[in-house]
Antibody
């Protein structure tokens, strides 16, 4: 059974970089066939896709966040990571990592989510 | 960019009622449409994939239909444990990206 777990600071100051890591267990990121994804949910709002990465390192980002987002993968640790730069209060959200089956992409496994608050 | 319009944004129904949620895409997305259930404080859960396929382990009272631009999600007989927010999600492959509908909050009357 694949499991995903987000980790990282729960509080980030404005203008700094938000950094989160997702650790995958029960399956190898290197096995291929999946996009490793980040999704966020603003408090009381809907879901927003941030982007995803293939194990080879190919990345695809939401155009609305592309200038500030970097997703990377560390296959040796079976982890992938999210960096979001120049954060503001508008980036306060629950951040989820998830595994998406390749075409057509569906998100079959999710982490529990982690709340990141942007505040001084 | 493909836009997804989900309706209604909320609904209230009685236990045993048939519940229907719709999702409309701004352009043809074939059957690249999935449905998720999210309970408060929890991560979303995949219920229906490729418009009409039931994910393993999901009760058969949940179903989906549609193709092209118009899609429907149905709960045939609403149960108390179905109280949640439901989201549609489309997949675009040029370039690869995901878009979610705005969500439908389902409550018991």
């Amino acid at each position: 059974q694949v499991q995903l777990q987000e980790s990282g600071p729960g509080l980030v100051k404005p203008s700094q970089t938000l950094s989160l890591t997702c650790t995958v267990s029960g399956g190898s990121i290197s096995s291929g066939g999946y996009y490793w994804s980040w999704i966020r949910q603003h408090p009381g709002k809907g879901l927003e896709w941030i982007g995803y990465i293939y194990y080879s390192g190919s990345t695809y980002y939401n155009p609305s966040l592309k200038s500030r987002v970097t997703i990377s993968v560390d296959t040796s640790k079976n982890q992938f990571s999210l960096k979001l730069s120049s954060v503001t209060a508008a980036d306060t959200a629950v951040y989820y990592c998830a595994r998406a089956l390749l075409v057509p992409a569906r998100l079959g496994y999710w982490g529990q989510g982690t709340l990141v608050t942007v505040s001084s | 960019d493909i836009q997804m319009t989900q309706s209604p944004s909320s609904l209230s129904a009685s236990v045993g009622d048939r519940v229907t949620i719709t999702c409309q895409a701004s352009q043809d997305i074939s059957n690249y449409l999935n449905w998720y259930q999210q309970k408060p404080g929890k991560a979303p859960k995949l219920l229906i994939y490729d418009a009409s396929n039931l994910e393993t382990g999901v009760p058969s009272r949940f179903s989906g239909s549609g193709s092209g631009t118009d899609f429907t999600f149905t709960i045939s007989s609403l149960q108390p444990e179905d109280i949640a927010t439901y989201y549609c999600q489309q997949y675009d492959n040029l370039p690869p990206r995901l878009t979610f509908g705005g969500g439908t909050k389902v409550e018991i009357k």
